[in-house]
């Protein structure tokens, strides 16, 4: 249900920290927003060096940007976010003054996966029986 | 008006298969959100392997991503998800199970093309009629 | 505390471009929305060619997508696109005709920046301090 894009300049992450923070992000949000951890995507863009700016100047930011189904409550919104910071950092090794998690949300009936509209917070046992059938 | 981002894995997407599901989504989006085709945007991230992860594993998901203009009717965007998802596995071939739809939006107030802010969805006529002048 | 990415074609922007459209993206949110210009973070997405497509043909737009904190004025919102887009042109060289601005936002408390949770619009003063602590 879940789609989270970490950007970051090429060289920011470490081989091996990709797989690490795809599993930590799945874990976090699976856990909190109730969501089996099979439905949480993650994906990396990684740009080249010239192509990522802060305050004008090229620089090593990891900006995770989610996206989830509008209507959980703020508290676990908030919660989620950090979170993901603390356990982004910590599998990265960067610090997190560099990290910006950004969590954004639209209703749960303007997305449709498996060829069937999501379901509200709340209503996923019904929806993923149906999945699976 | 709207873009369009499908992120993929690299090697997920036939060769041919971009410009038929860019032409789908065009279609599709211009005919339920009365936006002409010639102002709909569709983009392809193809991503290294290693980039793209579900479940904390590594994917090959079909993950579309859709930013339209607030105040379209909610079961003209879910209409709007469906038929996407449906067009984007027929063109594809990739079952549906392994694709994600998602629509977001924010007012067209917050949006400029052409140097003018965009038009409210009903408004498009005259805004359109400007734009060609 | 915003992101902005830029997505274009490989060859749409010209080699210097980048960072030039960095610095007056980061100028002109910095001035409108009230954060220091070290908080402003701008990534460039460059496609293949044949990535790109606008109308369902293969398009040289230059799409600027970006995220802010919820609440500011709607009419501050606006000006910020509409600022965006006259800068992008004039900096780019790119006609104003390919160019798309959109502004999402979510709230505050859905968004973590150095391990603290974002301020909603007019509270930037005291979370500043705490930062720099």
């Known amino acids: ?9 090429q060289g ?3 081989a091996d920290a990709k797989g690490a ?22 994906v990396f863009s990684e740009l080249p060096q010239d192509s990522v700016y802060v305050g004008g100047e090229p620089g090593a930011p990891l900006l995770i940007g989610g996206w989830a189904r509008r209507g959980h409550p703020q ?20 610090p997190e003054r560099r990290i910006l998690v950004v969590i954004q949300d639209s209703p749960a009936r303007s997305a449709v996966e498996g060829g069937q509209v999501l379901p509200d917070p709340g209503q996923e046992k019904e929806w993923l029986s149906r999945q699976e059938a």
Do not use: D, F, K, Q
């Open 12 to 14: 920011t992450l470490r």
């Open 75 to 94: 508290e676990e919104t908030t919660r989620l976010a950090l979170e993901l910071s603390a356990a982004a950092s910590r599998v990265t090794g960067i």
């Open 21 to 42: 923070l795809a599993t930590e992000i799945t874990r976090i949000h699976s856990e909190i927003n109730h969501v089996p951890p099979a439905y949480v995507n993650v």
């Open 1 to 9: 249900m879940p789609i989270y894009t970490c950007t970051t300049a």
